[in-house]
């Protein structure tokens, strides 16, 4: 099993900035990849962006490339993700996720939310029109 744990959400105006943290603990595998998701009222959870957690490779959506910057600190098991010039439309729930080991893509920059089998509690990101 593993455990993820979001915080650093809040109420931001346009064009400013937040850090959301993830926590990462429990059976986690070598080189895996750790990915951001958002799901907004009435829409679809989508792809923000992943972390192989081994060489620290990364892999944005268009639409916060640019913007948001993804990251992971080894020592503190926990990944970020710097969101600057927010803008109304990245209000939503943001979510962080892990594969399951088990699966041949787990330590790859799986995209789709259906790769992922661990997630955390969402943090809620609110920026006003």
């Known amino acids: 099993q593993v455990q993820l744990v979001e915080s650093g959400g809040g109420l931001v105006q346009a064009g400013g900035s937040l850090r959301l943290s993830c926590a990462v603990s429990?059976?986690?595998?070598?080189?895996?990849?750790v990915g951001w998701f958002r799901q907004a009222p009435g829409k679809e959870r989508e792809f923000v962006a992943v972390?192989?957690?081994?060489?620290?490779?990364?892999y944005y959506a268009d639409s916060v490339k640019g913007r948001f910057t993804i990251s992971r600190d080894n020592a503190k098991n926990t990944v970020y993700l710097q969101m600057n010039s927010l803008e109304p439309e990245d209000t939503a729930v943001y979510y962080c996720?892990?594969?399951?080991?088990?699966?041949?893509?787990?330590?790859?920059?799986?995209?789709?939310?259906?790769?992922?089998?661990?997630w955390g509690q969402g943090t809620q990101v609110t920026v006003p029109s």
């Open positions: 972390i192989r957690w081994s060489g620290g490779n990364t």
């Open positions: 996720a892990a594969p399951d080991g088990t699966t041949w893509w787990y330590a790859t920059l799986p995209q789709q939310a259906g790769q992922y089998m661990y």
């Open positions: 429990g059976r986690t595998f070598s080189g895996y990849a």
